[in-house]
Antibody, heavy 121, light 108 residues
């Protein structure tokens, strides 16, 4: 059964870079039917799409975050990662990694449990 | 960017009743690009509906989706206690995803 697990620091200082990793287990990460990516949820608010990546390295980012976001993939480790630079308190959120189906239909069908990141000095 | 507006913000119903949740898009959306998710407190979202009307694996048939162009609906017929949660619609266009702000379905 496919599982996704987020990992990374729970506390990041303002102006620094947030770095998270998602480890995929239970399926081939290089399955070419799927993309892999990130969604976040600020406390008490709704969902915000961050971006996603194909195993070959093609990336797509939320235009509002594009200047600060990098998503990368390490197929040898079945992992993909998120880097968000120059963080502020507004980046405090639960960060979810997810698997995306993007072929005629577009949706996120498997999600990690999420990891809370707080931006504070 | 296509904006999704969900209504109502909060829906108060009793178990056994029918829930109708609306998602309106600021521009026409391709139906196959529309999905619905359920989120319970402290949990990740769960895919319910994709392609506007197709149920995801393991989703009970009391959940149904419909709609086209700018108006999409999630219907839950015969609410069960476990259905009380927050529901989000999602669309994809121009290589980006957006979500609605959510509808909270609460027990009356």
């Amino acid at each position: 059964q496919l599982q996704l697990q987020e990992s990374g620091p729970g506390l990041v200082k303002p102006s620094e870079t947030l770095s998270l990793t998602c480890t995929v287990s239970g399926d081939s990460f290089s399955n070419n039917n799927y993309y892999w990516g990130w969604v976040r949820q600020p406390p008490g608010k709704g969902l915000e799409w961050i971006g996603n990546i194909f195993y070959s390295g093609s990336t797509y980012y939320n235009p509002s975050l594009k200047s600060r976001v990098t998503i990368s993939v390490d197929t040898s480790k079945n992992q993909f990662s998120l880097r968000l630079s120059s963080v502020t308190a507004a980046d405090t959120a639960v960060y979810y990694c997810a698997r995306y189906w993007q072929n005629y239909y577009y949706y996120m069908d498997v999600w990690g449990k999420g990891t809370t990141v707080t931006v504070s000095s | 960017e296509i904006v999704l507006t969900q209504s109502p913000g909060t829906l108060s119903l009793s178990p056994g009743e029918r829930a109708t949740l609306s998602c309106r898009a600021s521009q026409t959306v391709i139906s196959s690009y529309v999905a619905w998710y359920q989120q319970k407190p402290g949990q990740a979202p769960r895919l319910l509906i994709y392609g506007a009307s197709s149920r995801a694996t393991g989703i009970p048939d009391r959940f149904s989706g419909s709609g086209s162009r700018t108006d999409f609906t999630l219907t839950i017929s015969g609410l069960e206690p476990e259905d009380f949660a927050v529901y989000y619609c999602q669309q994809y266009s121009s290589s980006s995803y957006t979500f609605g702000q959510g509808t909270k379905l609460e027990i009356k």
